[in-house]
């Protein structure tokens, strides 16, 4: 792939790994197959914001140790159980101080996570580097795959703090930039075992 990060601002990465998982039955984050070549979708995501050219990525998750063994640093999610947005202040606070500017959240649960994708929210993020960057896809804002600036951290977690738990509902509240044109396939996520494109291993 061509190294295209060079041309745009510096980032890191967290991919949230929060969820209850209840519809699947398993722990989405650590799902694998022979047609991921082993590698969990946490490890999905980990690739493809590595490919994308992060600093480093961590992920957001639980005070146990269940992923200890994905090869990543664990941040726990300071509001585990309360929503996604609980996870994104989470990774936005474990950023702060660190001289960057902005942060590519992905949920655990996407199925082909692309770089191309992300270096598309960081092209964007270039442009207009004090908004929150969003995908649309087939006319429906990716939330959970999104590049937020650091700057919006105050406001995000007073948001928090009044209550707000799902991304969606800071539209209102700060500025967004969306992002057309992402392949649809990179911001598909599984709920339930009907939506894997593969057969769960027994035992996962």
Known sequence: MENRHARYIEFVGAV?????????????????????????????????LNVAGAREVVAIGRSDDSLSGQGLRV??????????????????????????????????????????????????ATEEPEHLVV????????????????SLRQQVLSAFNRGVRAPRDLASEVPVRQVNGIDPESTRDVDTPDDLPWTVPDGN
């Not at 790994?17 to 197959?33: E, F």
């Open 16 to 48: 949230l790994t929060g969820g209850s998982s209840r519809r699947m039955g398993s722990d989405k984050a650590l799902l694998a197959s022979v047609e991921t070549g082993g590698v969990s979708l946490l490890g999905l995501a980990a690739n493809a």
């Open 135 to 150: 995908p649309v896809v087939n006319g429906q804002y990716e939330w959970l795959h999104a590049c937020w600036p650091l």
């Open 75 to 124: 941040v726990p999610d300071r509001w585990e159980g309360e929503g996604p947005l609980g996870g994104i202040v989470t990774a936005m606070e474990a950023f702060d101080g660190s001289g960057l500017t902005h942060v590519v959240v992905l949920a655990c649960d996407f199925i082909a996570p692309s770089a191309i994708s992300i270096q598309m929210l960081m092209d964007a």
